[in-house]
T-cell receptor
Framework: EAQVTQNPRYLITVTGKKLTVTCSQN?????MSWYRQDPGLGLRQIYY???????DKGDVPEGYKVSRKEKRNFPLILESPSPNQTSLYFC????????????FGDGTRLSIL | EDKVVQSPLSLVVHEGDTVTLNCSYE??????LLWYKQEKKAPTFLFML????IEKKSGRLSSILDKKELSSILNITATQTGDSAIYLC????????????FGQGTELSVKP
């Protein structure tokens, strides 16, 4: 089944404790992206990757890191999480680019205390 | 600054009503606009619009782009409770690599 898988689905943690949210897709997509969703603000892009080893900032990259060492994986790293990073996070992918429909993962709800 | 704005932000209707959701954009080198539906979890793709005036249709949902007005509408006829969701529109920024800007979303609630 074609899918984008995020883990964990839910996480409650404390300020400053490094965490990684994994994202994996099984569709051989070149493009992958991370978004955060906050009430009243819609989806905001954090980072995106056009292909392996190619990543770039979206609109809200501060406090986040990503890497794309393999085509299927695009982890989101919070080196020193803070309460303002409490949010619902989505990973998405598409075959060749952002102007194509994206497949989204089911989301990761992060709470930073 | 590139932006996408949706209206209304929320809407409550009764089953059988027809609704129109709006999406306006100010995007450099605009080429396409996408609509997504988000129920409890992941957004799912509805339509991609590239040409002005050409309606895309899927069942009771339809959408059209107006490049003169820099806007798009999403129509839902004969609404059902299963149409309750957040509807999102998004525009790629073609001169900035893989950037994609979403609107705030319209939360639609359909009452029985």
């Amino acid at each position: 089944e074609a899918q984008v898988t995020q883990n964990p689905r839910y996480l409650i943690t404390v300020t400053g404790k490094k965490l990684t949210v994994t994202c994996s897709q099984n569709m051989n997509h070149e493009y992958m992206s991370w978004y955060r969703q906050d009430p009243g603000l819609g989806l905001r892009q954090i980072y995106y990757s056009m292909n392996v080893e190619v990543t770039d900032k979206g609109d809200v990259p501060e406090g986040y890191k990503v890497s794309r060492k393999e085509k299927r994986n695009f982890p989101l790293i919070l080196e020193s999480p803070s309460p303002n990073q409490t949010s619902l996070y989505f990973c998405a992918s598409s075959f060749t680019g952002y102007n194509q429909p994206q497949h989204f993962g089911d989301g990761t709800r992060l709470s930073i205390l | 600054e590139d932006k996408v704005v949706q209206s209304p932000l929320s809407l409550v209707v009764h089953e059988g009503d027809t609704v129109t959701l709006n999406c306006s954009y100010e995007v450099t080198n605009f080429r396409s606009l996408l609509w997504y539906k988000q129920e409890k979890k992941a957004p799912t793709f509805l339509f991609m619009l590239t040409s002005s005036g050409i309606e895309k249709k899927s069942g009771r949902l339809s959408s059209i782009l107006d490049k003169k007005e820099l806007s798009s509408i999403l129509n839902i006829t004969a609404t059902q409770t299963g149409d309750s969701a957040i509807y999102l529109c998004a525009a790629p920024i073609y001169n900035q690599g893989g950037k994609l800007i979403f609107g705030q979303g319209t939360e639609l609630s359909v009452k029985p």
